[in-house]
């Protein structure tokens, strides 16, 4: 059977495509079906994605979409069925958790609930043998009930290595993960919900070998160039056994430069020093909030703002470039939690080389959106409205959208002054012209 799965690019175009297709493919090929991707770019017009789709013939379309690409998605589909008769899934995070939307617009015949390899494989061979969809776990017929999940798959090193050419990278940047699951409980965040969407059914939280994830890069680098590996897992630091005993068998075998995610709760200066030693050249954290409080009761994240600086100074005195993020507009939040962010980010300018700053948005399946929902804060017609990180679309009672404007402004005059300043004095008009057009374009398009 031929798949098609397309990667729906909004604002600009991410460097990597969504890896849950990558696997799915992997899955797919390994049982004789073909799988391809189609990029449709932020400048392609529905009518020319149409015809790149009729060119391939496929028997299915696949999307995995977060919710900031459903509308974008939900529009193309409709575009694609008024000329093309295929059938269409969706998975993902938004259709996981926003299940009934998805289904109730035209053209979606099926959705993927949770983890696809198993799932996708059996609806493939229902379509293909020309049986029932109904009945299938984690897959959701339109007009059919809800379906039964499955347990998620075990052990994560039977499965197939992701299809490189799912990904959409090359230049020898490899994309890689080592687990699927996260214990911690931040009430903004999607990932999480995995585990509560499972919790019925067996422990989402699974993490693959040092064997599995070294022959997978080892791989790679026989079949082609390996020169910068980005572990995308949210947080790479949890389980700090396995993470040092990584850090010793990466740096023997590899020491290929790397960067990861990481929460400074879940390193300490000894563990820094071994992540650099074995190669790590990059850590992102997630500060979010330089307000405690906001951390702790809003957020559920407890870390003080010593620990944090601590971890940042740690980091780069091992040699490790640092980028922080920062969230701006979380419901609960005053003025005055705003002002204590933007300060600490000012103060951990020293020490980190970037930071990312947006705007809060309440995905479907976090307890964030849940609590939007019981106060009333979101819009009524919420659901057709652009999910982006540059402007809040919530009615706050503490915090107005002209607050939240103002200091997304004030964010990103610090990131224009701080790029600047690290590109050195004798930078040339042009260049400076340069370095910030990119810094508007970028908090332009969130």
Not at 81 to 90: G, K, S, Y
Not at 95 to 120: A, I, K, N, R, W
Not at 374 to 389: C, I, Q, S, V
Request: with cysteine.
């Amino acid at each position: 059977m031929r798949i098609l799965f397309i990667e729906v690019d909004t604002a600009r175009e991410w460097a990597c495509a969504s890896i849950g297709p990558a696997f799915i493919a992997a899955f797919l090929r390994a049982r004789g079906h073909e799988v391809s991707l189609y990029r449709a770019g932020v400048d392609r017009a529905p009518e020319d994605i149409v015809s790149d789709i009729r060119e391939v013939v496929p028997d299915l379309l696949g999307f995995s979409l977060t919710t900031r690409q459903w509308l974008r998605a939900r529009e193309l589909v409709r575009a694609i069925r008024a000329e093309i008769d295929v059938p269409v899934v969706a998975g993902g995070l938004h259709p996981t958790f926003s299940p009934e939307q998805v289904l109730e617009s035209p053209g979606f015949d099926y959705l993927c609930l949770g983890e696809g390899e198993e799932p996708m494989l059996d609806l493939v061979t229902a379509l293909e043998s020309g049986e029932s969809t109904l009945g299938i776990d984690n897959i959701w017929t339109a007009g059919g009930s809800r379906p039964a999940l499955r347990p998620p798959f075990q052990p994560l090193d039977d499965l197939p290595f992701m299809e490189r050419d799912m990904l959409d990278v090359y230049q020898g940047c490899v994309h890689m993960t080592t687990q699927r699951g996260c214990p911690f409980p931040c009430t903004y965040c999607a990932a999480r919900m995995y585990n509560e969407l499972y919790e019925e059914t067996a422990n989402y939280g699974r993490r693959r070998s040092h064997t599995s994830v070294l022959d997978e890069l080892l791989e790679i680098q026989r079949n082609g160039t390996l020169a910068y590996v980005i572990f995308l897992d949210d947080t790479f630091t949890i389980y700090r056994r396995w993470v040092k005993e990584f850090c010793h068998v990466y740096g023997e075998r590899l020491g290929i430069p790397f960067s990861l995610h990481a929460r400074v709760e879940t390193v300490n200066e000894q563990l820094i020093g071994e992540l650099a030693a074995a190669g790590c050249k990059h850590i992102t954290y997630g500060v979010e909030s330089g307000s405690l409080r906001v951390r702790r009761d809003i957020m559920q994240r407890a870390a003080t703002n010593e620990r944090i600086k601590d971890v940042f100074r740690w980091t780069s005195e091992a040699g490790i470039m640092v980028t922080a993020n920062y969230m701006l507009g979380v419901p609960g939040e005053t003025r005055d939690d705003l002002q204590q962010t933007f300060d600490l980010a000012s103060e951990l300018q020293d020490y980190a080389l970037d930071f990312g700053y947006f705007v809060f948005y309440p995905y479907p399946g976090t307890k964030l959106f849940r609590l939007c929902v019981e106060k009333g804060y979101l819009p009524t017609d919420y659901l057709e409205r652009e999910a982006n990180n540059r402007e809040s679309i919530l009615s706050l009672p503490d915090l107005t959208n002209d607050d939240i404007a103002e200091y997304y402004d004030r964010f990103t005059s610090l990131r224009e002054r701080q790029s600047l300043e690290r590109a050195g004095a004798s930078l040339s008009d042009v260049a400076q012209a340069t370095i910030r057009e990119s810094v508007q374009h970028i908090a332009a398009t969130g």
